[in-house]
């Protein structure tokens, strides 16, 4: 089986705030919108802010929570960025949840929670490397 | 800003239990592998399964709920291979959440729930393009 995720769907209870935080706080441009379901390309798989309830309706399933054990991540290309895109998130709102610290790995990295909660870590990660694409390869 | 995602974390309570669903299930190769954490290299981003307590830790926030509101997607090649596919994870430790069915807008789709009660969609969808290297795109 191709190691392979097509789209990361978060649940979410407000499109307009949501839109918010990932178009004018990240800057990212959605492919597509509707009322209830806003998606994004992103490097190689799809990520969709979906109104929570019509999630739920979808994989018949209730009581979906928040915040949800998982996180997402995004990293970016200097260290020196770490700190300011937290802070810049927050403006749009994010909530910084950790602020940029130095892991045992190394690199540096914090955590903002977006308007529902979802957690992204914000990563500086040297290791790892981004084609000029944007596609992350693991590397220690 | 970049519209990348680097990692997708999975908070998981048991390590062999996880990795029998993502290795013996999915039949997925891990990247690296140590007490507390498999990273998996995915399509263009890396997935990682860490005990939950320690992405905790590492948040620096408690009460991480399961089953969050989030769910990934896996997308197959062709219609035919979609419940034959959760029908074999749920051999693997998973719960079918959902049978194969045709959503409104085409193709046909069903859940599973992995071992932590973490969604994921198997997806048939012909309007999403895949790329030889795994890489998904938008489409409808």
Redesign the interface.
């Known amino acids: 089986?191709?190691?392979?995720?097509?789209?990361?769907?978060?649940?979410?209870s407000d499109l307009e705030r949501s839109r918010r935080f990932y178009v004018e706080g990240?800057?990212?441009?959605p492919?597509?919108q509707n009322e209830e379901i806003i998606?994004?390309?992103?490097?190689?798989?799809?990520?969709g802010t979906w109104l929570?309830a019509s999630?739920e309706a979808?994989?018949?399933?209730t009581?979906?929570?928040?915040?949800?054990?998982?996180?997402?991540?995004?990293?970016v290309g200097t260290r020196d960025e770490v700190q300011p895109?937290l802070e810049h998130l927050s403006k749009f709102g994010g909530r910084i949840?950790?602020a940029a610290t130095e892991?045992s790995h190394g690199g540096l990295s914090g955590?903002v929670a977006d308007p529902?909660d979802?957690?992204w870590?914000i990563?500086w990660?040297p290791a790892?490397l981004?084609s000029p694409?944007?596609?992350?390869?693991?590397g220690?």
């Open positions: 089986m191709r190691q392979q995720v097509s789209v990361i769907t978060l649940g979410i990240f800057g990212w441009e492919v597509f998606f994004y390309q992103m490097n190689g798989f799809v990520l929570a999630l979808d994989m018949q399933r009581g979906l929570a928040r915040p949800g054990a998982f996180a997402l991540a995004h990293n895109l949840l950790k892991p955590y529902d979802h957690a870590e990563a990660n790892w981004i694409e944007g596609l992350v390869t693991f220690v």
